[in-house]
T-cell receptor, first 115, second 111 residues
Framework: EAEVAQSPRYKITEKSQAVAFWCDPISGHATLYWYRQILGQGPELLVQFQDESVVDDSQLPKDRFSAERLKGVDSTLKIQPAELGDSAMYLC?????????????FGPGTRLTVL | DAKTTQPPSMDCAEGRAANLPCNHSTISGNEYVYWYRQIHSQGPQYIIHGLKNNETNEMASLIITEDRKSSTLILPHATLRDTAVYYCIVRTQGSNYKLTFGKGTLLTVNP
């Protein structure tokens, strides 16, 4: 069964350092999402791509976060510089462009710890 | 998207039915009810969705009240592996309409 791949699974960094997360969606899925999940909370959407275009980045802290999906397939989320409050799980999800209900398929996530 | 209200936690005995409630009193006519769950340290997993009719699949049943202001997710025979946080989400159909997660309900299935 096809799955969303994410790497690394765990990342520990010091504040002010740069970090990057990678996501490979299910083949053929045009829509890709990055979510952030703080411990004890539900996931919060950071950015949504349709192919290579950003559809929604209203919740993305643009002073330090950036996301790209250059060829409309895999995607990278970057934080520079990392802050203590960025410690969270970063989840990637994808969904088909056309679908009766556009179910989102989530990857296992990257757990970031900022020291 | 309409907001939802769920109890923070519930317990269920293994083998019994788990009934998870969700209130969405401000739901509008074109909004669907979705349920996802998240097992510890994993990404969320889609369970089921519906508009106004009751729905059933291999994982669960979804019962939506006639006025659509509330719904219940039913796991007919809960197992220990069903222990997870269950999220009830209301959203408009379409690929550009994001999922807005609340805190969900932590369901603990006890042996």
């Amino acid at each position: 069964e096809a799955e969303v791949a994410q790497s690394p699974r765990y990342k520990i960094t010091e504040k002010s350092q740069a970090v990057a997360f990678w996501c490979d969606p299910i083949s053929g899925h045009a829509t890709l999402y990055w979510y952030r999940q703080i411990l004890g909370q539900g996931p919060e959407l950071l950015v949504q791509f349709q192919d290579e275009s950003v559809v929604d980045d209203s919740q993305l802290p643009k002073d330090r976060f950036s996301a790209e999906r250059l060829k409309g397939v895999d995607s990278t989320l970057k934080i520079q510089p990392a802050e203590l409050g960025d410690s969270a799980m970063y989840l990637c999800a994808s969904s088909p462009e056309q679908g009766a209900y556009n179910e989102q398929f989530f990857g296992p996530g990257t757990r970031l710890t900022v020291l | 998207d309409a907001k939802t209200t769920q109890p923070p936690s519930m317990d269920c005995a293994e083998g019994r039915a788990a009934n998870l409630p969700c209130n969405h009193s401000t739901i509008s006519g074109n909004e669907y009810v979705y349920w996802y769950r998240q097992i510890h340290s994993q990404g969320p997993q889609y369970i089921i969705h519906g508009l106004k009719n009751n729905e059933t699949n291999e994982m669960a049943s979804l019962i939506i009240t006639e006025d659509r202001k509330s719904s219940t997710l039913i796991l007919p025979h809960a197992t220990l592996r069903d222990t997870a946080v269950y999220y009830c989400i209301v959203r408009t159909q379409g690929s550009n309409y994001k999922l807005t997660f609340g805190k969900g309900t932590l369901l603990t299935v006890n042996p």
